[in-house]
């Protein structure tokens, strides 16, 4: 039983270049989550998903966008990466049943130079 | 809008202690609370899920309660190991489960020392 897995777990960028960060869960899950953790900054909210084919903004979107086109997986995009983006990543997935427990991905660890 | 308080937000005992972490939220319109634990490096693992109209719930020696009139969540470790040693967060769900209200505490960084 997998849960949730976050593809690539490591990467280095430079200013500038774009890269997708793959998250899937086969859970069959309806919500998705991407945040973000920082040190002295908690977790933040990227982006979520309610549903295959939607999208919302969370509470720190700017730089990011994500797509849901199969409802197991969500995916993170950095169109032009930005040292600020240096953070490390994590998905979650949750049902929508009685319990609502999240369960999350081990992480992407992402540098920008 | 919910907000969530961990304290203390680092703490370190002798092994053997019985500790009790705190957590508390301002909104007590919640549908559940979860407990979370994170290693250096690693993703969350999820410890303890209470729902709202639940006091406490029970995972082999740790213990978390809920009191939601008065808005606490209290995650009990009995006889603490060096293995316990982590980062604790807690998680706030809103009452409507709405999908994108999570809110999470900062988190407690406790160490047990051999």
């Known amino acids: 039983n997998a849960g949730v897995t976050q593809t690539p777990k490591f990467r280095v960028l430079k200013t500038g270049q774009s890269m997708t960060l793959l998250c899937a869960q086969d859970?069959?899950?309806?919500?998705m989550y991407w945040y973000r953790q920082d040190p002295g900054m908690g977790l933040r909210l990227i982006h979520y998903s309610v549903g295959e084919g939607t999208t919302a903004k969370g509470e720190v979107p700017d730089g990011y966008n994500v797509s849901r086109l199969k409802k197991q997986n969500f995916l993170l995009g950095l169109e032009s990466a930005a040292p600020s983006q240096t953070s490390v990543y994590f998905c979650a997935s949750t049902d929508t049943g009685d319990t609502g427990e999240l369960f999350f991905g081990e992480g992407s660890r992402l540098t920008v130079l | 809008k919910q907000e969530v308080t961990q304290i203390p937000a680092a703490l370190s005992v002798p092994e053997g202690e019985n500790l009790v972490l705190n957590c508390s939220f301002t909104?007590?319109?919640?549908?559940?609370l979860q407990w979370f634990r994170q290693d250096p490096g690693k993703g969350l693992t999820s410890l303890l899920l209470?729902?709202?109209?639940?006091r406490e719930q029970t995972s082999g020696r740790l213990n978390a309660s809920l009191d939601k009139s008065s808005g606490r969540s209290t995650l009990y470790i009995a006889a603490s190991q060096p293995g316990d040693s982590a980062t604790y967060l807690c998680?706030?769900?809103?009452?409507?489960?709405?999908?994108?209200?999570?809110?999470f505490g900062g988190g407690t960084r406790l160490m047990v020392k051999p």
């Open positions: 209470i729902q709202s109209s639940q």
């Open positions: 998680a706030v769900r809103p009452s409507d489960n709405a999908g994108n209200m999570l809110t």
């Open positions: 909104d007590s319109a919640i549908y559940n």
């Open positions: 859970m069959n899950h309806e919500y």
